[in-house]
């Protein structure tokens, strides 16, 4: 079984659910395209670097941080349109999608409007999605835990917790492979997206590579008063900007025709290290182009006295309507968290209450040393 992953900061890392799918011995590869603190708006950058024809499924990640991001940017209609645009990209392969729901605390106690939506577009579609927060609070009951006490943080579950999910969704993955899925393209009207690679592109600019584990990536480097020229479709929308926020501190200018914008995605991430990027796709309100594109950069909202810089690798544009085609399957059984048993979810729990004990007993020894090397 191949698996391709597409997701969030969830899907990255060491002992989460993908650490759990490849420790199921059910999987052959997993792939990871996946970018840290991403949204839907990044699809057409991934859309342009897979072959979906290598994959068995393509697992999605991005309810984290859409259910925060709905409050403010992104809309409903616009995430439809970019996974509508994606999936199509699967049309005339075996590959099959599949949306994963993870919890955070902002989606406790109800259902918030991202679980909302990516539940109804998987029942409409007929698209296979497993929903993590079914089974939490049995997961905390049987592990004498609160909710909150199985998240290392409010938008991670526990290491534990994570890869135990992803264990069974391995699993459950693996019993659909020899299953007949009749997936069904129609064409329709509807948006057309593109990711717009400055790299392919002649600016005239200075130029930088970065690098991390899990993506490289060549950025154009503005200071002080320089700009960008970007020739651009005349009636297209800026819908996204990738650039890396841990070496841009500036407020970014964006000018076409008579419409004019300006953008600071803030200092959290400035300088947390200088050679690996924290490299996102940062979703903003659409912005409509003429038929030229002018980046600039003026100081920061904050940032002190260091000037000002911006490290940017392209943008995620929506073009005028077009046909897509719309995937549509024969397959009724697509909730896949309901293929876990109560008997899995205790013993799930119970492995999470020995590493608990095991952590509580180190921490104890640990402060204990303290305690005595103090004395």
């Known amino acids: 079984m191949r698996i391709a992953v597409v997701g969030t900061s969830n899907s990255i890392g060491t002992g ?9 011995g059910k999987v052959h590869s997993i792939e990871n395209f996946s970018i840290g603190h991403s949204t839907s708006v990044v699809l057409p950058m991934i859309k342009k670097k897979i072959d979906f024809s290598s994959f068995d499924f ?8 859409e259910e925060v991001q709905l409050k403010n940017i992104l809309e409903i209609s616009l995430i439809n349109d970019l996974l509508v645009d994606f999936i199509s990209g699967m049309e005339n392969t075996r590959c099959i999608p599949v949306i994963l729901i993870i919890p955070s605390h902002l989606g406790l106690g109800e259902m918030k409007p991202a679980r909302a ?6 029942r409409r579609h007929g698209v296979p999605f497993f929903d993590f927060y079914i089974h939490l609070e ?18 991670h579950l526990d290491r534990w917790a994570a890869s135990a999910f992803g264990f069974k969704l391995a699993e459950i993955l693996a019993s659909r492979l020899s299953k007949h899925v009749e997936k069904i393209f129609s064409e329709k009207d509807g948006m057309l997206f593109d990711y717009m690679d400055f790299s392919s592109l002649q600016l005239g600019t200075p130029t930088i590579t970065r690098e991390s584990s899990v993506l490289k990536v060549e950025l154009q480097i503005l200071r002080g008063k320089q700009t960008i020229q970007v020739p651009i479709q005349k009636g297209s ?4 900007i990738a650039l890396n926020l841990g070496n841009t501190n500036a407020l970014i200018t964006l000018t076409s025709g008579s419409s004019r914008a300006r953008y600071d995605f803030g200092d959290r991430y400035l300088l947390v290290d200088d050679e690996r990027p924290v490299f996102v796709v940062r979703p903003i309100v659409p912005f409509r182009l003429d038929e030229t594109l002018q980046i600039g950069i003026q100081p920061p909202t904050k940032g002190g006295d260091r000037p000002p810089i911006l490290e940017i690798g392209g943008l995620t544009i929506r073009r005028s309507i077009g046909k897509q085609n719309e995937l549509n ?24 209450n020995r590493l608990s004990n095991v952590r ?16």
Not at 58 to 65: K, L, P, T, W
Not at 117 to 122: G, K, Q, S, V
């Open 329 to 352: 399957t024969n397959d009724k059984d697509i909730e896949l968290a309901l293929a876990i048993s109560d008997a899995d979810v205790r013993f799930a729990a119970m492995l999470g």
């Open 58 to 65: 393509c697992i999605f990640d991005f309810v984290v941080n």
């Open 16 to 24: 989460g659910y993908v650490s759990g799918m490849q420790e199921s």
């Open 237 to 240: 929308q800026i819908i996204g």
């Open 360 to 375: 509580i007993a180190l921490q104890r020894e640990m402060a204990k040393n303290a305690k005595q090397e103090n004395n």
């Open 138 to 155: 049995n997961l905390a009951h049987y592990s004498k835990l609160s909710v909150k006490s199985l998240f290392r943080d409010p938008d």
């Open 117 to 122: 939506f990516y539940t109804d577009f998987a």
